[in-house]
């Protein structure tokens, strides 16, 4: 008999600037299987720097080989990734992001002129309604921690990679965000508000036809005022969810100078992609801590998400101590 086939781990590091983490930087990864707590067998490997190949993890030929890698490294919070699905054939390559336990969101790589250059269909939207964008862009820049800043670049970057069925981006249809209605549609480290081109609630029908988008039901219970809400289906985790309030509506001048009927539209991040992981994982605690989704956490999650399925995910700013 041939000796029992196994399958292996690569595990690829990055610190919060996205950059391969630094080789004086200790850590350690706890892997097991895919079967029950009780059952599976759990291996402790001990590194440094990125990346590291993990050999030698047995190799079930079923759904016990959806492996869980955990990190976890001094001063840094904990990163993981399920499953990690191996095979004899190649490594399984997981790609997890350690932010250090102190780090800010630095957005010294976001400045307007970067943005313009960089991301020009972004500094279209936030140039619309005013007719100095850069220092209302500035303001918010300038905002204590740049929360609010690194939700809306978490959001309009994420939104960029979504092709909807009529081979368009949500980012392709006209938006202007909402800047001065704090008291009915405030922009927030979570989510911020915008008049959309009601054509993009079709299109979004339609991603939802083919599997793309699941109908998130009663969607006024947690965003008031709602009538119509869809979450991206891409991903197990940092789903892009948009929201659409049909009972506010306003015909805008487009830029080519024709009218533009629009719908206010609420884009925000999930951590979960699960429904109930979400609502008892998310929502209930922000309830009862009156706390918000932290764009730093959307920021890793969708970062490992996107690298898992072969993409990228570049918003511009990074997280450093």
């Not at 399958?7 to 895919?34: E, M, Y």
């Not at 800010?104 to 972004?122: D, E």
């Not at 979400?278 to 956490?297: I, L, Q, S, Y």
Request: charged fraction near 15%; proline fraction near 8%; include cysteine.
């Amino acid at each position: 008999m041939g000796a029992t086939p196994t399958g292996s781990i690569l595990i690829n590091l990055v610190d919060g600037t996205r950059q391969p983490l630094s080789a004086g930087v200790k850590w350690s990864a706890t892997i097991h299987d895919g079967r029950p707590p009780s059952q599976w067998k759990q291996r402790t490997v001990q590194g440094s720097g990125s990346p590291e190949l993990v050999k030698g993890l047995t190799y079930f030929d079923n759904f016990f080989d959806q492996y869980t890698v955990i990190v976890r490294a001094k001063r840094y919070h904990d990163a993981a990734w399920m499953p990690a699905n191996i095979s004899p054939a190649r490594p399984a390559a997981v790609h997890l992001m350690l932010l250090p336990k102190d780090g800010h969101v630095n957005l010294s790589g976001a400045g307007w002129q970067t943005l313009s250059s960089q991301r020009p269909r972004f500094a279209e939207i936030l140039s619309f309604g005013t007719d100095d964008p850069a220092t209302r862009y500035g303001n918010l820049m300038d905002e204590p921690e740049g929360l609010k800043l690194a939700c809306l670049l978490n959001l309009l970057t994420a939104m960029s990679q979504i092709i909807l069925p009529s081979k368009k981006t949500p980012l392709d249809y006209y938006w202007q965000p909402i800047w001065d209605d704090p008291g009915h549609f405030p922009m927030q480290q979570d989510r911020f508000f915008a008049y959309a081109d009601q054509a993009l609630i079709q299109d979004v029908k339609g991603a939802a036809a083919l599997g793309a988008f699941s109908r998130e039901s009663n969607p006024g219970s947690v965003h008031p005022g709602a009538t119509l809400s869809y979450k991206q289906n891409q991903f197990d985790v940092a789903n892009v969810q948009l929201t659409f309030h049909e009972r506010n509506t306003s015909t805008v001048p487009g830029p080519n100078g024709a009218t533009i009927n629009c719908v206010v539209i609420e884009p925000d991040i999930d951590y979960f992609k699960d429904p109930l992981a979400h609502f008892f994982g998310e929502v209930v605690p922000h309830w009862v801590t009156n706390g918000k989704t932290d764009p730093r956490a959307a920021y890793v999650l969708r970062w490992m998400a996107s690298h898992q399925a072969g993409s990228d995910f570049n918003p511009l700013y990074t997280i450093t101590a």
